[in-house]
């Protein structure tokens, strides 16, 4: 992946500093830049519009977004965010327009994004080289950084640097709360709350004497903003799960210590001064107090008193026996509860230290368990849903009784499947959002429910049609010439090796059916799962043609055997949706910034073969629509960047499937977070390798 970069330079009234910094950066760097005009009195643009800016306006490469009203510098970088997603940028570089930040330092922060282009990057201030440092920098710099690291657990250098590279698929679908300088803060607490690595690197900065100064933070109101922010994401800290298996542990067993000891009344007060001090999960201690609910509180009583009294002799109090306890009411229980007090605390501690280690225990093998879990389905892992009972049981239901009933089974599976398979529904709400984004709550649900249902439809489909029920099944076919056409021997190709890209929409496997036209053999790449092989969904039939690659997991995708089944005239389908590799770029997708494989267009233009983007959808009852754009020939243009190239084709194929999705918008089949998920397939296992492999394997071709 390359990182499209752009600086963004958010101004408000800095008339005398912000053309020469954006000159600057035009000079020094090579990338665009997008100055945002935050309700300026006099519009920025009048400033930009000298003869040696005029050009980079006309090319494109300066932009200026006005904003009629003054909202604040974090409003500022949102729509700049906004803005550069659109355009198909994958980071914004942010720099005041005061000529604070140097533009000599650009190159450090992208040199540190490059090697790591997942995280955020802050240009952390020298301050001891600056010169005049306002106090109040000073102060402000520590202050944040104490509340950062107790929000986030986490040290940072300087949490109120501006000068920092955001990469914006991590930031597209967050959203904020704060429009002013209180963002920075913010975005970065929320960043390291999502996941995001914060990275930092030295930078030097400059500040003006004071009587040159221009500044527009306000030292009373956006102090107060930040105060408030900074106590609203406190008790998110307190309250939130982003713990580890061991600091849960800890959390519950220090709340189960808490519940045993006398203060009854105050529990609550002591879990919260506890989860402030030492920054533990508030819940957690909270439900550890738990352990003296009322049925269970006397016993609590009882078992510490006994227990004091072999550590702590009472005079004051006869020992009681069970017999007499037994017919103690509520009230002379807590009398003698009193009468024995050093006994109640001394016990109190140890018994709570029993249960705490106890119940901790426990805490930490159900968190972990449930965090390696959670791990696992982070993102795609070829893994899939359902038994072998299940899906035995409604091959067996559709085979003997029917289709009809196969559906019927689904509006009690559907059901299940929405409660019990939240990252599905996750998924399926994020890509709502974006197709509807005002469908509202109750409607969201709705859409979500209907688009499981047409899922389960395409499989039961699936199922019946494989097994030997084909009877009422019809394909509307909108460009299979464009397949048979493309058999034929065509100019500048050594053999007509096709590729057929796809992707995990509707009922694309069906259109294997229509292949048979054809004497030439169909390779499929896919990735094997371990629950499920590829001839349990296929028919004898169709296995006849297809022959299957399994990529090698512990070695990544090799392509020669692609390569050499494309150079000997077959058909290799591949899905463009899914990164099985290490070549994968962000490109627009349904507007947002999304992970496409660009594997598919790398073999290609190596064995200069065709490639004809398919699909196929279920449209009413059986019937289902085939869809083959025309064949497309891709090549390396000499002189140009191959990656870049890459990028406009892998554009182009996501720009033909987003059309695709505004006909048939619920049989988007890609159940995991598809616009927030970094890339890590089973064979590209999250390594983003740098390397010549494709050099490498095709330098000598196989049988050309």
């Known amino acids: 992946m390359i990182l499209r970069l752009c600086v963004v330079i958010p101004t408000y009234n800095n008339p005398e500093s912000v053309a020469a910094v954006v000159r600057e950066v035009l000079a020094q760097t090579p990338y665009p830049v997008l100055v945002v005009d935050d309700g300026s009195d006099i519009p920025v643009l009048t400033r930009l519009g000298s003869e040696d800016l005029r050009p980079h306006l006309e090319s494109a490469r300066l932009n200026v977004l006005r904003l009629s009203v003054n909202r604040g510098k974090g409003n500022a970088i949102q729509r700049a965010l906004r803005a550069c997603v659109e355009k198909g940028f994958t980071h914004i570089l942010t720099m005041d327009a005061d000529g604070q930040h140097l533009t000599s330092e ?87 709350w999502k996941g995001v690595q914060i990275r930092e690197t030295e930078i030097e900065v400059y500040y003006p004497d004071q009587d040159k100064r221009v500044s527009h933070f306000h030292k009373l109101w956006d102090n107060v903003r930040i105060s408030i922010l ?24 220090a709340g189960a210590f808490i519940g045993t000891t006398p203060f009854f009344g105050f529990h609550t007060l002591i879990v919260a001064i506890v989860a402030f001090a030492l920054r533990l999960n508030a819940v957690y201690l909270w439900l550890g107090t738990h352990v003296s609910m009322p049925p269970i509180a006397p016993f609590l009583i009882l078992g510490s008193i006994w227990i004091g009294s072999t550590l702590v002799p009472s005079p004051e109090a006869a020992a009681l026996t069970w017999d007499q306890i037994d017919h103690l009411s509520l009230r002379g229980l807590l009398h003698e509860a009193r009468l024995h007090l050093a006994q109640w605390m001394a016990g109190s501690l140890i018994l709570g230290a029993i249960l705490g280690l106890v119940l901790g225990s426990l805490t930490y093998l159900l968190v972990r368990r ?86 389960g439809q395409v499989l039961m489909d699936r199922i019946a049609k494989n097994f030997g029920l084909k009877e009422g099944f019809e394909t509307r076919s909108h460009g299979v010439e464009h397949i048979l056409a493309a058999r034929e021997a065509s100019p500048g190709l050594v053999s007509p090796g096709l590729i057929l890209l796809t992707a995990h929409v509707g009922g694309w496997d069906f259109a294997a059916s229509l292949l048979d036209k054809t004497s030439r053999g169909f390779y499929i790449a ?11 969904v296929k028919g004898p039939d169709q296995m006849r043609h297809l022959k299957q690659f399994t990529p090698d997991p512990g070695a990544g995708i090799s392509v ?44 290609a233009a190596a064995a200069k073969a065709a490639v004809i983007f398919t699909f196929g959808f279920k449209d009413k009852g059986r019937e289902y629509e085939f869809f083959a754009e025309p064949a497309r020939f891709y090549r390396f243009e ?52 740098q390397g010549h492999r494709w050099q490498e394997e095709l330098q000598t071709p196989s049988g050309r």
Not at 230 to 253: D, I, K, Q, Y
Request: hydrophobic fraction near 40%.
């Open 230 to 253: 900074n106590t609203a994401l406190v008790v998110l800290s307190l309250l939130n799960s982003h713990h580890s298996a061991r600091e849960a542990a800890f959390a519950v067993g």
């Open 526 to 536: 896919e990735y094997q799962s371990q629950e499920r092989k590829f001839s349990d």
């Open 560 to 603: 020669m055997e692609l390569y050499t089944a494309l150079g000997q005239g077959n058909i290799v389908g591949l899905m463009g949706d899914r990164p099985m590799g290490q070549h994968y770029e962000l490109v627009k997708f349904c507007g947002r910034l999304a992970p496409f494989d660009t594997t598919p267009f790398r073999l």
């Open 370 to 455: 449930f965090h390696a879990k959670k791990r696992l389905s982070a993102s795609w892992n070829g893994r899939v849903r359902g038994g072998r009972f299940g899906n035995g049981f409604l091959r067996f239901v559709i085979q003997n009784i029917g289709l009809r009933a196969g559906y019927v089974c689904l509006y009690f599976i559907i059901p299940y499947f929405y409660l019990f398979a939240p990252k599905a529904r996750r998924s399926l709400k994020e890509y709502w959002h974006l197709q509807k984004p005002d469908a509202g709550f109750f409607g969201s649900r709705q859409l979500i429910l209907k688009h499981l249902f047409r899922f």
């Open 638 to 689: 000499p002189g140009r960047d191959r990656d870049l190239q890459c990028i406009e084709w892998a554009q182009e194929y996501a720009s033909c499937l987003e059309r695709m999705l505004r006909r048939h918008p619920e049989q988007w089949f890609n159940f995991y977070p598809f616009w927030s998920t970094i890339p890590v397939s089973p064979l590209s296992e999250g390594k983003m390798r």
């Open 106 to 192: 650009v190159a450090a922060l992208i040199k540190v994004a490059q090697e790591h282009p997942w995280d955020l990057v802050i240009g952390a201030r020298k301050f001891q080289t600056a010169g005049d440092v306002p106090s109040v920098s000073k102060f402000g710099r520590r202050f944040s950084n104490f509340w950062v690291q107790f929000q986030t657990g986490l040290p940072v250098s300087d949490s109120q640097s501006g000068f920092r590279l955001y990469p914006l698929f991590q930031l597209q679908n967050m959203k904020f709360w704060c429009r002013r300088y209180d963002f920075e803060i913010e975005v970065l607490i929320k960043s390291m």
